[in-house]
T-cell receptor, first 117, second 116 residues
Framework: GAVVSQHPSRVICKSGTSVKIECRSL??????MFWYRQFPKQSLMLMATSNEGSKATYEQGVEKDKFLINHASLTLSTLTVTSAHPEDSSFYICSARRLAGEFNEQFFGPGTRLTVL | AQTVTQSQPEMSVQEAETVTLSCTYDTSESDYYLFWYKQPPSRQMILVIR??????QNATENRFSVNFQKAAKSFSLKISDSQLGDAAMYFCAYRSGRGSNYKLTFGKGTLLTVNP
């Protein structure tokens, strides 16, 4: 159990277009989902915390108008990169916090590689 | 704000040997959790082991164990009988135990190479 999926696994787009990435908790409910960004050979940097039914909380330095997050249900959160540019090329990872359980553990998706040409 | 420091960008170990990865953290909180995550080439983050700060006993999961020194704010990971499949990037992470803030703060990672 506790599987998190991301779709697509990789996407290539042209500069100026928007890209949507989905994060789903497949077998559990998640009130909170987190979006991370990871550049090559670097650590995960938290971009935003997404709570079901409310606005996302963005980390300092992350443009909320550029990285739109929607958490419409207990199993789905989406990240939309608007007007993508080459510098947005990165590996995006989501995680979902399970509602039940002693440790409120986060489970990670497999990531989405975004390449902006 | 909490910070997590991993001072070893890269480590290597011979297969079947033991290796220890270092992690220190800075916090003013008394209630928190510490984690080690493994990220293999597939990039999938995998939880290796967790430690609750209120527990004095070091956590152990099969070949993986930690040395948790709360006063020193140190949380090292020991991998015994290293296997080729242990080769990965390892991240140490901190999470506050208070309130509804479940955010993880990650260290920069240690790339572990296992030599046959």
């Amino acid at each position: 159990g506790a599987v998190v999926s991301q779709h697509p696994s990789r996407v290539i787009c042209k500069s100026g277009t928007s890209v949507k990435i989905e994060c789903r908790s497949l077998d559990f409910q998640a009130t909170t989902m987190f979006w991370y960004r990871q550049f090559p050979k670097q650590s995960l940097m938290l971009m935003a915390t997404s709570n079901e039914g409310s606005k996302a909380t963005y980390e300092q330095g992350v443009e909320k108008d550029k990285f739109l997050i929607n958490h419409a249900s207990l199993t789905l959160s989406t990240l939309t990169v608007t007007s993508a540019h080459p510098e947005d090329s990165s590996f995006y990872i989501c995680s979902a916090r399970r509602l039940a359980g002693e440790f409120n553990e986060q489970f990670f998706g497999p990531g989405t590689r975004l390449t902006v040409l | 704000a909490q910070t997590v420091t991993q001072s070893q960008p890269e480590m290597s170990v011979q297969e079947a040997e033991t290796v220890t990865l270092s992690c220190t953290y800075d916090t003013s909180e008394s209630d928190y959790y510490l984690f080690w995550y493994k990220q293999p080439p597939s990039r999938q983050m995998i939880l290796v082991i967790r430690q609750e700060a209120y527990k004095q006993q070091n956590a152990t999961e099969n070949r993986f164990s930690v040395n948790f020194q709360k006063a020193a704010k140190s949380f090292s990971l020991k991998i015994s009988d290293s296997q080729l499949g242990d080769a990965a990037m390892y991240f140490c992470a901190y999470r506050s135990g208070r309130g509804s803030n479940y955010k993880l703060t990650f260290g920069k990672g240690t790339l572990l190479t296992v030599n046959p």
